[in-house]
Structures are given as structure tokens and as C-alpha cells.
């Protein structure tokens, strides 16, 4: 007899509450766990014993409403593309907000992950483990950093990076009661949703319900380099917080100009520079990183989203000058930077990092841009396609929600940014040519969703 907690039959349950409602009654068997590898490698996937209309309406009785979920239920996916509970398929070019990025089940990824969780999974950061420093001493290798603060998260990245800031200039400024301790953030960004990243994201619904947040933040316009050096000469910055292409917001690229002057201001003052490459990082613009478009290059870096190919991880990534002021217990997390997710994030890099791949992801991205703007670009509602890479933004005059549902309904997986008025494309960086070209005549034959 099984004692787990997510036995259909608890025993520690009483007794008129042992079978789940939701269970169809004893002896029904029900799965909510499809993903096993034998199924991930099949596809398409064989029909699931729940429909996705069982699992929505458990989800809205159990799960913490805080999604605003699309009503479609996956249980596998291989490539570019996912299968739903139905056994309908989808091509994704969302890739679990910018995430996937060697698509899902790939087979490099996969051989990593079993290969360390069979060998071991965690013990804590009480202790080294190899993946670990492998992955930091490749991370330190192919950019500007050189040391490496690992969190499960690009929120726990960014929050770790507030932390380093501060210590920075505490450490810096050893003889002053107050060292600098503001930040400046821009228009349209998005950190994250904890209390000192959410500090730094812009949409003030995000912050308004839970004021007070992380005090000494100022937002500036994206862009401004006359209001952002002022406020940097004035001394009180420790830390400016930016996004080389900002992607929640609406896919905006900085201009080599702004992130300059932001990096010859922060010199100039002893800021520090921050960039945000959780989303715009790790390839996605056919560059590794997206900093080196513009060959400005930060004191700290944040990472996550694609880093471990699905699995949860971030990275704050370094130089010496920001390591020498952070010491034993000034920041930790439990989980971050374990074995299993390091591995998976060494079989990922080592992918992304290839010359090779990256120069596929920036053809196929121009290919696709100059696609979008044939096909899409005269139809009224269009007001422009932009982004680098293999991250994309269509800007509408109208809200975008109608495309993404008709989308949906013809089999194509998009994201919307901004303010609900651009389509965003971050599809997996291996997709092919042909699926793009796909992607390009939905949303063609979608358009008058919008009308
Ligand atoms: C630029 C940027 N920073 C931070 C975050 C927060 O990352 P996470 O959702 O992994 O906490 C996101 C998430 O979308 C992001 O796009």
C-alpha cells in the first residue's frame, strides 16, 4: 500500500474523502503524468486517459489563480512542436516564453539530464559539485564575467544583483554612513515579481497591489541618455538596471548610443551596469549574448530562461571588481546551480555557444523577419516588424489577443508583449526554415481575426 500524498487513495485522508471527485470513482485510473520519455519520443503522443476540459476545470479548483491560462492542455512535444491531451498538434514559436530553446526532447538535452539524475540530483551548495563549477568556468569563458552566482530564476537572478549592487557600493565606499544605494530601471521593462525585482519592472498594476516595494527606484524613458546620465551623475545610483532588448515589454532593442553613454556614465560615477539578458540572452538574437550587437558590456549580468534547456535555473553573472565585495552567507539559495540543472545547462550551452548555431539563428532570423514583413506588412492593422534574431515583436494598432486565439485554433502556439498589442515570436532557436515559413502563412490567414 502506497502512502504518498498524491495516492488517488490517501490513507491519512477520512475515509469519504479518500477517492477524489475528480478521480471518475475507485478503480478508475487517471495520469496526469504523460511526460515520461518514452512518450515524449513518440509523436504523436497516444490519447490521454483526461480530457483537457477534466484537467481545466481541476486546475481552476486547485491551482492559485494567478494565470491567466490558454485553454489547452499539453502532455508532450518533440522539436518545434507540442501535442495536447487530444493529441492535437501545434507548432510552438513561444517556446515556454523563451525558454525551450533547443525545442522540446532534445535528444542531447535529454541524455544529460537521465545521465546526472541517475548519477546525482542535489546536495545542497553546503558542498562542490562538478557541473557546477564546469558550467560556471564555461559561462566565465565565453563572456565578459568572471565569476558566476547561480539562482533558479531570472526574478532570483535580478534580486541577487540588487543585493550585489548594494554591497558593491557598501563595499566601495567603506568610510560613508549612506553609500549609494538607488537604481534606475526604464520604460517598458519588465525584472521580474519579487519585491526588489518587481521594484525595478515598470507596470505599475504589477507593483500597485503590493506597495510598499524596494523604495529608491526611478523609471526613466528607454532611451533617454540625457534624464539617465543626469540622474547617475547625481551620486545616489548604485546600480542601473537595463534590458539590451527588452522583450515583456514589447521586443524595444537600446540603441549603441544609450547603452554606451549608460556605461560611460556609470564609469564615470562608480554605478554599476546591469544588464537584463534573461530573455534577449543565450543566443536568442544570433549573438550569445545580446550585448555583444552593440560591444557594450556590463559589470553584472542576469540569466535564466533558456540557460537549462526547461529546467529552472539563473545565472548572475560577474566581474572580479563586483566578486571582491560579496562574501560568505551574503546571498545562497538551497537549490540554485545543483547538479542536475547545471548538467542539463552544460548540454545547452554547448549547443547555443557553437559559431555555427548561432549563425543559423540570425539567418533564419532575418529570413523570417523579411518574411513577416512581405506577407504581413501591408495589411492596415500592421504597424511594424522589428526585433533581432529569433526574438520578434509585431506591432498592432489594435490589441492582439483576437490573432492569438485564431492562431490557436489553426494549430500555431504566439505570445503577446507590450501592451497586449504586439505579437512576440520566440520560437525554439532550431527551428527550420520550412516551419517558419508555416508560422508566416498562419498568421497571414489569421490577420482578419483583427478586423
Ligand atoms: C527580462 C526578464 N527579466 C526577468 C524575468 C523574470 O524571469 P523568471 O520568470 O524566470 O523569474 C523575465 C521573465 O519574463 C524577463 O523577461
Known amino acids: 500500500m502506497t502512502t504518498s500524498h498524491f495516492s488517488l487513495t490517501n490513507p491519512f485522508l477520512p475515509a469519504a474523502r479518500r477517492t477524489p471527485p475528480w478521480s471518475g470513482g475507485a478503480g478508475r485510473r487517471v495520469c496526469f503524468c504523460t511526460n515520461s520519455l518514452e512518450t515524449h519520443q513518440a509523436a504523436p503522443p497516444k490519447k490521454d486517459v ?46 515556454g516564453i523563451a525558454v525551450n530553446a533547443l525545442g522540446h526532447g532534445d535528444p542531447d538535452w535529454i541524455r544529460a539530464v537521465t545521465q546526472q539524475a541517475n548519477t546525482l540530483t542535489h546536495v545542497s551548495n553546503i558542498f562542490y559539485t562538478v557541473p557546477q563549477v564546469e558550467l560556471a568556468k564555461r559561462l566565465v569563458s565565453c563572456s565578459f564575467a568572471d565569476r558566476v552566482f547561480f539562482s533558479n530564476s531570472g526574478t532570483e537572478a535580478n534580486e541577487a544583483a540588487i543585493k550585489f549592487a548594494r554591497k558593491f557600493q557598501r563595499f566601495s565606499h567603506p568610510d560613508e554612513m549612506h553609500p549609494p544605494s538607488d537604481f534606475i530601471s526604464f520604460s517598458n521593462c519588465f525584472h521580474g515579481r519579487t519585491m526588489g525585482a518587481l521594484a525595478l519592472t515598470s507596470k505599475e498594476h504589477y507593483r500597485t497591489p503590493f506597495q510598499p516595494v524596494m523604495p529608491g527606484v526611478t523609471f526613466l524613458e528607454y532611451g533617454d541618455i540625457q534624464a539617465a546620465t543626469e540622474l547617475i551623475q547625481s551620486g545616489n545610483i548604485a546600480a542601473v538596471f537595463v534590458e539590451p532588448i527588452q522583450g515583456e515589454g514589447g521586443i524595444y532593442s537600446a540603441t549603441k548610443d544609450f547603452l554606451q553613454s549608460l556605461r560611460d556614465a556609470c564609469d564615470a560615477a562608480g554605478s554599476l551596469l546591469v544588464f537584463d539578458e534573461v530573455q534577449c540572452g543565450l543566443g536568442r538574437t544570433g549573438y550569445l549574448w545580446a550585448h555583444e550587437d552593440y560591444n557594450v558590456f556590463p559589470d553584472i549580468m542576469t540569466l535564466a530562461k533558456p540557460l537549462a534547456g526547461g529546467l529552472p535555473i539563473g545565472a548572475v553573472l560577474v566581474t572580479e571588481k563586483v566578486a571582491e565585495a560579496i562574501n560568505y552567507g551574503d546571498h545562497g539559495s538551497t537549490f540554485a546551480g545543483g547538479p542536475l540543472v547545471c548538467n542539463a545547462a552544460i548540454a545547452v550551452l554547448d549547443k547555443i555557444s557553437d559559431p555555427s548555431f548561432l549563425a543559423s539563428v540570425a539567418s533564419k532570423g532575418q529570413y523570417f523577419m523579411k518574411l513577416l514583413s512581405q506577407k504581413l506588412g501591408s495589411n492596415s492593422h500592421v504597424k511594424e516588424v522589428r526585433g533581432l534574431g529569433l526574438i520578434i515583436g509585431i506591432e498592432l494598432d489594435v490589441p492582439a489577443a483576437p490573432l492569438v486565439d485564431a492562431c490557436l485554433n489553426s494549430g500555431l502556439l504566439i505570445l503577446t508583449a507590450g501592451k497586449g498589442n504586439v505579437v512576440r515570436l520566440v520560437p525554439p532557436l532550431i527551428i527550420s526554415e520550412k516551419e517558419l515559413e508555416h508560422a508566416a502563412e498562419v498568421l497571414l490567414k489569421c490577420l482578419p481575426a483583427l478586423d
Open 50 to 95: 483526461l480530457t483537457s476540459k477534466d484537467v481545466m476545470e481541476a486546475d481552476k479548483k486547485v491551482i492559485v489563480g494567478t494565470y491567466a491560462r490558454t485553454p489547452v492542455v499539453f502532455s508532450s512535444g518533440k522539436g518545434c512542436k507540442l501535442f495536447d491531451v487530444e493529441g492535437q498538434e501545434y507548432l510552438d514559436l513561444t517556446s
